[in-house]
Structures are given as C-alpha cells and as structure tokens.
C-alpha cells in the first residue's frame, strides 16, 4: 500500500467506482454521511470500519449522531487522497451494504 498522493484524473474514475462518495471542494479528501436505523447498526458499523483501517494503518476523519456517521477521508501525511483512502471508502461501503436489509418482492 502507498502513500503516493493521486492525481485529479485517478481520482475521479476512482469516484466513480463507489457509492456516494464525493470529493471535497479543494480535491483533498472525499465525504459520505451514511443513515441506518437505529445507533445500534450505526455503532456496529463504525465498529468493523474501525477495525479495517486499523489493517490498512489508516484512520477516518468521522462523527456519529444516533443513526447517522459522517466520514471523511484523505491521507494526513500526503495532504492529499492516495488509495488507502479508497481501499477504505469501499471496505466501509461493504460494511453498509451488510447491514442494509433489501425487500424481497
């Protein structure tokens, strides 16, 4: 994994890879507000992302209110995104996907 900071192009054919995240106007850092239905899911969910950037030896900037975690992303060291930013961004997607039940018709 490195630490090399990403340029504009990479970063918005990266963007378009995930769900919902999106760059921040000075392009250093990328930004989701994920909802869930209750804390408890919330709390889960911070959890096992908490846990994933401990292996990837990179932490997000993030809040938790009740159901609702804001995250941002960039590589301090760097000043900059470089893919461990996005290696996380698609680790904490899973970890959303996985506590978001879909209906079955």
């Not at 950037?53 to 209110?65: G, M, T």
């Amino acid at each position: 994994m490195g630490y090399e900071v990403l340029d504009r192009g990479v970063i918005e054919r990266e963007l378009v890879t995930l769900d919902g995240w999106a760059m921040v106007p000075d392009g250093d850092a990328i930004t989701k507000i994920f909802v869930f239905p209750s804390f408890a899911q919330a709390f889960s969910f911070m959890t096992e992302c908490a846990l994933a950037a401990e292996k990837l030896d990179h932490h997000p900037d993030w809040s938790n209110s009740y159901s609702r975690v804001e995250v941002r992303l960039t590589t301090h060291v760097k000043k900059g995104l470089t893919d461990r930013d996005f290696k996380l961004a698609r680790a904490m997607d899973e970890a959303f996907r996985a506590r978001i039940v879909t209906p079955r018709n």
